[in-house]
């Protein structure tokens, strides 16, 4: 196979010590994700899942994407793994759409890698309960992270042109780089409108999303270790990326 | 044909408006990130044909399709047969055929120089096989496909 995205040597030096909390916290939300495929119909689905989360995840709401008719969706496979509705707990909400299911933490209010891992472990439990996971085809994990400056001044990650460093223009680059059985699309864009208890921001967005695929994962078997794999893993490339100057903004704290 | 399916939209930012994706063009099929090795693999090996008809498989047919309600295609599956496409080489101008099985499985059949066919399953579990010129057939997991690689170059 063709291998001109997916380099032998991960190109990002990962530090040994990392941080474990940074101030001011730049983590807009945090996603984890499994697509799978299953014999339920989507009309079933939200019963299923209501039914084991409902003594925490109280409040449900649709998304506008289920006003799409289901025919639609079903032929457009860019929609195929979005959600359409959310269950609302106090501290994260889960999302489920026909082939996805997911826990996401609430916007600007990242609650910490222990809370989410234990968290995690109560849904995967409820998710198994529930039984409409047939087969996991895709566990992945995604931060997104908010910086009011133009933050590719800050990342040891630019786009040059004629070899120097294209700087201050609008500028969004992605790529997708492989370690050991994880991807990793990794995306900067310095022209994002962020949400906030402030009103609207403009600003950078770092957005890192990080999956194994179907031979490398069960849900219910290996997915809470391959969630923490992909955590650590995007955590590593989060410190690799930023230089010493940006890092230092963040305050950080090592113990 | 070029390159990437937009990553699924986050609640979480929005991009201004001269960094959004222009409007989609017909004639470009955008793959899902790390996926563009995979589809060049496929257009190599299976052709045009190839290529669409998994690519069919994949997005539109879901559970209870055909006659006899099949299942939808396994990633796992799916995933299997990446791999072997990847590993095995054809004989020389063959174009495999490919086929989305009842359980949910994924076949390809060709024939080899002595115009004896050969076919191979790709499942949620395993790989089976049945090679006509040697009446050879079998199941192997996913973890021998280098094996099975192997036993058809022979």
Request: proline residues 8%; contains cysteine.
């Amino acid at each position: 196979m063709k291998d001109i995205t997916m380099p032998d040597a991960f190109p990002i030096s990962i530090p040994e010590r990392l941080p474990v909390r940074i101030e001011p916290c730049p983590i807009v939300e945090a996603i984890f994700e499994a697509r799978f495929v299953g014999p339920e119909s989507w009309a079933t689905l939200p019963g299923l899942l209501f039914a084991q989360v409902r003594e925490k995840y109280t409040e449900q709401k649709n998304l506008p994407l289920a006003q799409v008719p289901e025919e639609f969706r079903r032929q457009d496979p860019a929609l195929q793994h979005l959600p359409l509705m959310q269950f609302l707990s106090r501290d994260f909400l889960i999302q489920l759409g026909p082939r996805v299911v997911s826990l996401v933490t609430k916007p600007n209010a990242y609650p910490g890698w222990l809370a989410i891992r234990e968290e995690l472990d109560w849904v995967v439990q409820r998710i198994k309960a529930a039984d409409f996971v047939g087969e996991t085809e895709r566990l992945g994990v995604r931060y997104v992270d908010f910086f009011e400056s133009d933050v590719f001044s800050g990342l040891r990650l630019h786009l040059a042109v004629n070899d120097q460093p294209l700087l201050g223009a609008q500028t969004d680059v992605t790529t997708v780089l492989r370690r050991g059985s994880l991807a990793i699309r990794l995306r900067v864009t310095n022209g994002a409108i962020v949400g906030t208890a402030q009103g609207p921001k403009p600003g950078s967005v770092l957005d890192v999303d990080a999956w194994f695929g179907p031979l490398e994962v069960d849900l219910f078997e290996n997915g809470l270790v391959r969630f923490g794999e992909a955590h650590d893993t995007i955590k590593g490339l989060f410190f690799g990326l930023l230089k010493p100057e940006l890092l230092a903004t963040l305050h950080p704290a090592y113990v | 044909m070029t390159a990437l399916m937009p990553p699924p939209p986050s609640s979480g930012y929005a991009l201004v408006n001269d960094l959004r994706e222009p409007a989609a063009v017909a004639n470009i099929h955008r793959t899902a990130p790390d996926e563009w090795a995979r589809e060049e693999l496929l257009l190599a090996k299976l052709g045009a044909r190839g290529w669409g008809r998994v690519h069919h498989f994949r997005n539109y047919y879901g559970s209870g399709w055909g006659e006899h309600a099949g299942s939808m295609l396994s990633p796992r599956a799916l995933s299997a047969f990446f791999r072997f496409v990847d590993a095995f080489e054809f004989p020389s101008g063959v174009i495999p055929s490919v086929f989305l099985t009842d359980r949910g499985g994924i076949e390809l059949c060709w024939e080899e120089e002595s115009r004896k066919s050969v076919q191979v399953e790709f499942t949620r579990t395993d790989a089976e096989f049945y090679r006509e010129a040697t009446g050879e057939e079998g199941a192997l997991a996913h973890g021998a496909l280098p094996q099975l690689v192997l036993r058809l170059s022979a």
